[in-house]
Nanobody, 113 residues
Framework: QVQIAESGGGLVQSGGSLRLSCATSISDFADRAIQWFRQAPGKRRELVARVNKLGYKYYPENEGGRLDISRDITKKTVYLQMNNLRPEDTAIYYC???????WGQGTQVTVSS
């Protein structure tokens, strides 16, 4: 059974940084695109970042200056480095294997002002 688990969330002050991790047991990890989503209370789940099998990175909100998605193929893990965090970044962050129904349980990120 494929497993996927996020970690690294927590409470941080505005302007701080966090690095989220998404550890997987996907057999074909190197051939998969992995996405980070987030969902704030009362809001829809939204895409934050994506990395495809070629390592190409995409940030739908053009947040490449504050965010960096990366992956370690040997560890089958995807990371999301988040810098200069703002209170509006507060949400549960989820990892998702694209084109599958595989989601993690989420990790809470809370940014205080």
């Amino acid at each position: 059974q494929v497993q996927i688990a996020e970690s690294g969330g927590g409470l941080v002050q505005s302007g701080g940084s966090l690095r989220l991790s998404c550890a997987t047991s996907i057999s074909d990890f190197a051939d998969r695109a992995i996405q980070w989503f987030r969902q704030a209370p009362g809001k829809r789940r939204e895409l934050v970042a994506r990395v495809n099998k070629l390592g190409y990175k995409y940030y739908p909100e053009n947040e490449g200056g504050r965010l960096d998605i990366s992956r370690d193929i040997t560890k089958k893990t995807v990371y999301l480095q988040m810098n200069n965090l703002r209170p509006e970044d507060t949400a549960i962050y989820y990892c998702h294997v694209e084109e599958t129904s595989i989601w993690g349980q989420g990790t809470q990120v809370t940014v205080s002002s």
